[in-house]
């Protein structure tokens, strides 16, 4: 009992620490590059540009925006919630469709390699904010997986014929 204490313990000292300590150092890592990004993409010539490419440039734009304001809430938890909402709503995918292929068909590099880097950014702070979720997730998982496993072991021991085993039984307890 005194184990289990001891690890639930640490695992609060540790989430603690990932949650105040590491988790918003990396968050501002990431922001300051979609700053970094946003001023880059600030750098090119809006006027320059064709009509095409300046509404992929606003699309750009925003994205980097709403990054940089969302950067605390990206999580898997949202992530999985978007997914649903984006198989669900058939207006979304539209409207998601359209600004993607206005950037995909934009002749200006830049602004395609700004967004795909923004999007490397975004997962890195999906993978920043649910970080310690993996944590807890892996003695799960380690159970899930040991329980078959020592289901198939036990159900085995349980069929084998004490003749082919050559297991010997103490009745005396050792310290």
Not at 72 to 81: A, D, L, Q, V
Not at 123 to 152: C, M, Q, R, W
Request: aromatic share 12%; charged share 20%; glycine share 2%.
């Amino acid at each position: 009992m005194s184990t289990v204490l001891f690890i639930i313990f640490l695992l609060a000292i540790v989430h603690f620490a990932y949650e105040n300590i590491v988790a918003p150092t990396l968050r501002v890592y990431q922001r300051n590059k979609l700053f970094a990004l946003r001023d880059e993409l600030r750098t090119i010539d809006f006027y320059s540009l064709s009509k095409t490419d300046k509404v992929a440039f606003e699309c750009v734009e925003k994205s980097l925006t709403n990054c940089i304001q969302n950067l605390p809430y990206m999580n898997i938890y949202n992530f999985t919630r978007y997914k649903q909402e984006y198989e669900k709503n058939e207006k979304l995918r539209e409207v998601v469709d359209c600004k993607i292929n206005s950037i995909s068909q934009c002749s200006v590099d830049e602004l395609r390699d700004i967004f795909n880097q923004s999007g490397k950014i975004s997962y890195d702070a999906i993978l920043i904010n649910s970080g310690l979720l993996f944590l807890y997730l892996i003695p799960l998982a380690l159970i899930a997986v040991l329980g078959e496993f020592g289901i198939k072991l036990v159900r085995d021991m349980i069929v084998t014929p004490p003749t082919l085993v050559s297991l010997e039984y103490s009745d005396s307890p050792t310290c």
